[in-house]
């Protein structure tokens, strides 16, 4: 009971994280959830800046060592983003440091997060309005 306690507390913590920022999505094909947390809140334009992105299972278990790419761009203007963010660190407990991600314009932004364990590739889409 003293051990099952403690990770209670911190399941509800990440819970509750997820659901303040209100942004998981699902991947299309249902393989997994994603979040995401900016260092910058609220996002800035033209401000380099990393986030962490979480990723689970819909059951809720963290997804340890898959292999993120990111990528972004403004479907309304018809471009991406003018930088590359790449994952640099596993944090653990599903948590992936992304580096590179800057915003260069006020608007609608969509960025994919493709995630790959194993032979399971699955996306997932989230969108900002900056």
Same mark, same amino acid.
């Given at each position: 009971?003293? @051990?099952i306690l403690p990770m209670l507390a911190g399941l509800l913590l990440l819970s509750a994280? #997820? #659901? &303040?920022t209100g942004n998981a999505v699902a991947t299309e094909g249902g393989h997994f959830v994603v979040?995401?947390?900016p260092e910058l809140e609220p996002l800035a334009i033209n401000r380099m800046h990393r986030w962490i992105v979480h990723v689970e299972r819909p059951d809720g278990t963290p997804v340890e060592d898959a292999e993120l790419t990111l990528a972004g761009g403004m479907p309304? /203007? $018809? /471009? =991406? %983003? +003018?930088? @590359? +963010?790449q994952v640099t660190r596993y944090i653990g407990g599903g948590d992936y440091q @992304? &580096? =590179?991600?800057?915003? /260069? %314009? $006020?608007?609608?932004?969509l960025v994919t997060v493709t995630v790959a364990v194993g032979d399971v590739s699955d996306t997932a889409t989230l969108e900002l309005r900056l």
């Open positions: 009971m003293k @051990v994280a #997820a #659901a &303040e979040s995401y947390r309304d /203007h $018809n /471009h =991406g %983003m +003018p930088t @590359v +963010p @992304v &580096e =590179g991600m800057k915003f /260069h %314009m $006020n608007g609608r932004w």
